[in-house]
C-alpha cells in the first residue's frame, strides 16, 4: 500500500512564501512521475507542477517563475515551494504519484489547505 502524506499548509498573507512536503511510504524512483495538484472551492482539481523519474519538470503557467518542485531522493519527499503567493492560490494542495507498473494507476495524499488571505 502506498501512502503520501503532505504537509506544510496554512494561512499566509499575499506576496508570502510556504513549502509544501509530500512524505512518500516508498521509494520516490518507483514511480513513473510525481506532482503536486490543486482544487479550489467549485473548481477543477488542477495540476501545479509535476516531476518525471528522469528529473523533468513541468509547470502550470499560473505557477512558473513562483513555484519550485524539488525531490529528496534519500528521504523519499517531494517538495513545493511557493513564492509571491496569490489570493487565487487559495485551494487544497494534492500531492500524486504514477505507478510504473499501470497508466491508469494513481495514488493521492489526503491534501494540505493552503490559503491567502490578508
Known amino acids: 500500500q502506498v501512502q503520501l502524506v503532505e504537509s506544510g499548509g496554512g494561512l499566509v498573507q499575499p506576496g508570502g512564501s510556504l513549502r509544501l512536503s509530500c512524505a512518500v511510504s516508498?521509494?520516490?524512483?518507483?514511480?513513473?512521475?510525481m506532482g503536486w495538484y490543486r482544487q479550489a472551492p467549485g473548481k477543477q482539481r488542477e495540476l501545479v507542477a509535476s516531476?518525471?523519474?528522469?528529473?523533468?519538470?513541468n509547470y502550470a503557467d499560473s505557477v512558473k517563475g513562483r513555484f519550485t518542485l524539488s525531490r529528496d531522493n534519500a528521504k523519499n519527499t517531494v517538495a513545493l515551494q511557493m513564492n509571491s503567493l496569490k489570493p487565487e492560490d487559495t485551494a487544497v494542495y494534492y500531492c500524486?504519484?504514477?505507478?510504473?507498473?499501470?497508466?491508469?494507476?494513481?495514488?493521492w495524499g489526503q491534501g494540505t489547505q493552503v490559503t491567502v488571505s490578508s
Open positions: 516508498r521509494s520516490i524512483f518507483s514511480f513513473r512521475a
Open positions: 500524486k504519484a504514477d505507478s510504473l507498473v499501470s497508466t491508469a494507476v494513481t495514488f
Open positions: 516531476i518525471t523519474k528522469s528529473g523533468a519538470t
